[in-house]
């Protein structure tokens, strides 16, 4: 259930980042794939590598992928514009 | 073949299927599922056993056999048994009533087995002491004593190599006890869970029951070799006594060293029944070596004393169960019994237990150990209200499609309607003649290809109507628009057809006939829509009654939707978004309510005599433990006047019969009360096999895409079908409502249809790229949302017709199906245009190509228009690059460009106009549009040159070509240019 919640998190946030310069690595499907994977990941950093179940679920299992994803999007974002970077660079 | 001798044919074909068709409906039975007709529907999970160590196909087919050999033993007439998924099997006994009595039948897997009964009883110290009779031992009282003495019988071993004919040898190796076994306690009560079931593994044992018990779950092994024993009940009525025996598990001869069992009756007791039976030579061999091996012990420790209180015993356990422990009367028999004129089993048997057991005996034991993991059933009343239902919204689907279509397309839609009156003719001709066994959701599916069918039509009827508004006549844009919107139909059906075979592939037995009628509609769909709409069309072509625009609905467009749809994409986006973090946080706090389907449970419908009130009912099941159960009045009339509904946990075996008895006697039932037992593991298999046909079929349509479009348009694709899948889980959530097998077959649909839609709009797409060679892909992409949205909307529409009709007159079960549709529809349209497209314009615009021309806009005008213009390079009609080798000048019937579009495009490239001599010319084909008086104008105007025409003089013209002055030309004998 929880993973369930993550995946929603993450995806809903993806849904703003049409309002960001899209210098994402990967642009739009790399945002996407960056905040699916952080809010994930960080879920299960922070639950200790398990995945609550459906009664272990609350609204603290939601507000948590929060961070998750807004990492993953950020590091996607780190990477697009460190390859923007190398590319602007004459060689 | 002329076009005209085509559409003859296929029509030819279609009216025979027709008369073919109606004979099928008019003779043959349809074939009713239990929910519509009625019955018991038990489902078995299967694990091996120790002859029979691995579930693969050919043990289920053998156990399939065997229980079908078993139903019919027992009477059951038309009982369908099949696999559903890798291990279990599904049994259908359409007009039973006894669901109890039904899952005693079929589902025992008669284990047999005999044994010296002295030799093998263990005792506290787990040792055997044959010499002490088993009159003076005692069973001992509760299961978990008795599994907690066993557990510690480590050193008893399988007695691997045993001979049982030996002299010393208790028996041969153990059979049933082979592995070890596990039993489930609760550690609070110390009460067995799952009525005392042992399992072949701790995570089997602990995967039977909710997650949220395993906690409290105690399990308990019981190491190989050893047997724990229920001891005999008294009398065939009597309860299953708790009292327990712990043997080790060393079997003389087993039910296949049996034959000819019979129920006979005893005349020296008293014409007591009895099962009389005979051995193989192998069982005579070995009952002769057991039964002397009891006498000589029996006498050697008689002492003289009276034969039968000192003789020892052999005992007869099926299923783990002591069925009797006969004596041997070592006066009467000392050296055995010999077993040549056979054995009987006599003691606590009424004629019917005997003459079960007899015919269990008689079939065999199952290779396989089978555990009941969901039971329901269905009053004959229930069904019949349930099918009259479903009838009523499949009429009412029907009646609203066929009068959105004639209103909408006029001529069009009557071909249509009729079209899918053919479709509706030939799927249930299908039905009967295959024969599908129609449940509620296949008759669901069934509606839904109503939509899928009309979708199709509307596809093409769609491009027919773009084709009149571009200028073209009616023959030709008939022509043109099949030509164009093949492609996307063909896609759409075969991805949705991909998505029915994969879930009846890996899906369970009602999801699968769920996939199956949605696959057979698919293709028959394709065939009346595509074939038989196109040769109706290509019939009435050039005839009064599809001459004028508005007959097809084509008349001018009152609104056209030329939006910037990437422009405010952004917007979308949000919208999407927020509504997906509600629906998060609120499967966060409201989680989803799992029905009894997933998290396992009891629901009694029982249909009272007098009106009752909740709490009445409370008090009467209330001693059965059922206080804290969910307790509801209905109001179903067809039922009856006072219908109440019972969910609770599930309840141990018997439960229901139990409380379907105490509503009997305190309140009277009217009907039979419908009963659903489902086990948990039964839920979570269903869960899995929809996850397995979920991801399966995603990663085939992502292939499929790559292949058919390229890789970037499977990525948006399935984006957007996550989205929708997602938000149909959320919204179930939000509201709260109640998620089952039904919930899964929808969003499983939801998927077909999301990806359906998508494909078309993407289809469109594809299309345009090469026409648009200069335009940024984002003014691609408004171009052809603004020429799909009315088709987008008008088959949603149509789909969402039939959901209607569905929530307003599919009763209970189908609104559920219909409720997850109707979201899925409207989000899975929505993300289509909105989510789906976006993204893939997102990311195509990070391709150089596309970049630079962006770049190239931005330049010249300094800001990218929502839709192309001249100077970046509006539509253009340009044909993808055909690789094989042109035959022939003359362009392809339906393949010219019309005088408008001709304008259009030179409007578009901004080339001038005012050249005399240039002439609109079709696409390729070099001919001068227009019809002969218009080529004579232009000719004329032009000096009768041709006006550098490359138009052959041979009269090649295009029969479909109506021309503007409105008269038919005769066709042309294309070789000798004469008239036929």
């Known amino acids: 259930m929880a993973l369930l919640v993550w995946t929603m998190v993450g995806l809903a946030i993806w849904h703003f980042t049409v309002f960001l310069p899209d210098n994402f690595y990967g642009g739009i499907v790399g945002a996407f794939c960056g905040a699916l994977l952080g809010s994930i990941i960080f879920g299960l950093i922070v639950n200790l590598g398990s995945i609550p179940g459906e009664h272990d679920t609350d609204l603290m299992t939601g507000v948590e992928a929060i961070p998750g994803t807004l990492i993953g999007l950020g590091i996607v974002w780190w990477l697009g514009v460190r390859q923007i970077n190398a590319e602007a660079q004459p060689a | ?980």
């Open chain 2, 1 to 980: 073949m002329s076009e005209r001798r085509r559409s003859l044919f296929v029509l030819l074909i279609v009216v025979a299927l027709i008369g073919g068709s109606l004979v099928a409906v008019l003779t043959r039975e349809t074939k009713l599922g239990l929910d519509l007709q009625g019955g018991v529907q038990l489902v078995y999970h299967a694990e091996g056993t120790a002859a029979q160590p691995v579930v693969d196909a050919d043990a289920m087919q053998r156990s399939i056999d065997l229980m079908q050999q078993r139903v019919n033993a027992f009477g059951v007439n038309e009982a369908e048994l099949f696999q559903s998924g890798k291990d279990q099997i599904e049994v259908n006994l359409p007009g039973v009533e006894d669901a109890q009595a039904a899952a005693d039948q079929v589902g025992s897997t008669a284990q047999l087995f005999f044994y010296d009964w002295e030799a093998n009883i263990l005792n506290d110290k787990c040792k055997t002491d044959p010499d002490l009779n088993a009159n003076q031992r005692q069973p001992i009282v509760g299961l978990r004593n008795a599994v907690l003495q066993a557990s510690k019988c480590t050193n008893v071993g399988v007695g691997a190599g045993l001979n049982p004919l030996a002299d010393n040898s208790p028996g041969g190796p153990s059979e049933a006890a082979k592995k070890p076994r596990y039993y489930l306690f609760s550690k609070n009560t110390k009460k067995p869970l799952n009525d005392g079931q042992s399992y072949g593994s701790r995570e089997d044992a602990l995967d039977s029951i909710k997650p949220a018990d395993r906690p409290n779950a105690e399990v308990v092994q019981v190491p190989a070799g050893v047997l724990v024993l229920r001891e005999q009940r008294q009398t065939s009525d009597s309860p299953p006594p708790d009292r327990w025996w712990v043997i080790q598990d060393r079997p003389g001869l087993s039910g296949t060293d049996i034959k000819n069992p019979e129920q006979t009756a005893d005349t020296n007791l008293g014409n007591e029944p009895i099962v009389t039976f005979n051995f193989t030579k192998k069982g005579r061999a070995a009952f002769h070596a057991i039964t002397r091996k009891v006498a000589e012990r029996g006498a050697d420790n008689a002492f003289g004393g009276n034969p039968i209180e000192t003789s020892q015993h052999f005992a007869i356990a099926l299923d783990n169960e002591l069925v009797s422990a006969p004596y041997i009367n070592w006066k009467e028999n000392p050296d055995g019994i010999d077993g040549a004129t056979g054995a009987q089993i006599s003691g606590s048997f009424t004629i019917k237990s005997a003459q079960d057991l007899a015919k269990i005996l008689k079939i065999g034991a199952l290779p396989l150990k089978l555990t009941e993991v969901s039971r329901s059933q269905v009053s004959a009343t229930l069904g019949k209200q349930a099918l009259d239902e479903g009838l009523k919204a499949g009429l009412a689907g029907f009646a609203i499609v066929a009068l959105f279509l004639i209103m909408y397309y006029r001529v069009l839609g009557v071909i249509a309607t009729v079209a899918l009156c053919i479709y509706a003719l030939y799927f249930y001709a299908l039905v009967k003649l295959i024969p599908i066994t129609l449940t509620l959701p296949g008759i669901a599916g069934l509606i839904l290809t109503l939509g899928v069918a009309a979708d199709a039509n509307i596809v093409i009827f769609e491009r027919v109507k773009e084709e009149v508004r571009a200028g073209r006549s009616v023959g030709t844009a008939i022509v043109t628009g099949y030509r164009k919107g093949l492609t996307a139909i063909i896609d759409a059906n075969i991805v949705t057809f991909l998505v029915a075979f994969i879930l009846f592939i890996i899906a369970t037995a009602g999801v699968q006939g769920f996939a199956f009628t949605l696959g057979l509609g698919v293709i028959v769909s394709l065939f009346t829509a595509v074939l038989a709409t196109q040769a109706i069309l290509y019939s009435l072509r050039g005839t009064r009654l599809i001459r004028s625009k508005a007959a097809l609905g084509a008349g001018e467009q009152r609104f056209k939707f030329r939006i910037d749809y990437m422009g405010k994409a952004k917007w979308f986006f949000s919208f999407s978004g927020v509504i997906l973090l509600v629906c998060a946080l609120a499967m966060s706090v409201n989680k989803i309510n799992f029905g009894i389907d997933f998290d396992g449970g009891t629901r009694i419908t029982a249909p009272l005599e007098k009106a009752v009130t909740v709490e009445q009912v409370r008090d009467a099941v209330g001693p059965l433990g059922l206080g804290d159960a969910k307790i509801q009045t209905l109001l179903n009339p067809t039922v009856g006047q006072h219908v109440v509904q019972i969910s609770t946990k599930e309840l141990p075996k018997g439960g229901s019969s139990a409380v379907t008895k105490v509503l009997q006697d305190k309140f009277g039932l009217s009907d039979t009360a419908g009963v659903e037992e489902i086990g948990p593991s039964f839920g979570q298999s269903v869960a899995k096999s929809a996850l397995y046909a979920i991801i399966a079929s995603l990663l085939v349509i992502s292939i499929y895409m790559a292949l058919r479009f390229e890789w970037k348009f499977a990525v948006p694709v399935l984006i957007a079908v996550m989205h929708d899948i997602l938000i149909v889980a959320g919204v179930y959530a939000l509201v709260g409502r109640e998620v089952t097998t039904s919930t899964v077959a929808a969003l499983l649909t939801i998927l077909g249809y999301s990806l359906y839609d998508t494909i078309i709009v993407f289809d469109r797409i594809r299309e345009n790229v090469p026409r648009m060679p200069s335009a940024a892909f984002s003014q691609i992409v408004n171009r052809s949302l603004s020429e799909v949205i009315v088709r987008s909307l008008a088959t949603s529409f149509c789909t969402l017709l039939p959901v209607l009709a569905l929530m307003l007159f599919g009763g209970e079960t189908l609104r559920d199906f219909a409720f997850a549709l109707l979201i899925g529809i409207a989000s899975g349209t929505y993300s289509s245009i909105f989510i789906g497209t976006p993204v893939l314009q997102h990311w195509k615009e990070r391709e150089p190509g596309f970049r630079a021309r962006r770049l190239r806009i931005m330049d010249r005008l300094g800001y990218v228009p929502a839709f192309a213009t001249t100077e970046q390079g509006g539509p253009v009609d340009v044909q993808p690059k055909d690789s094989s080798k042109r035959r022939s000048i003359s362009a392809p019937p339906g393949q010219e460009v019309s005088a408008s579009e001709f304008q259009e495009m030179v409007r578009d490239l901004g080339v001038e106009e005012s050249k005399p001599t240039r002439q609109p010319a079709a696409t390729g084909a070099g001919r001068p549009a227009g019809g002969r008086r218009a080529r004579a104008r232009a000719e004329a105007a032009s000096g009768g040159g041709g006006g550098g025409s490359a138009a052959p003089s041979d009269g090649s013209a295009s029969p479909d070509d109506g021309g503007d002055d409105g008269k038919e030309r005769k066709p042309r004998n294309r070789r000798h240019g004469r008239p036929r």
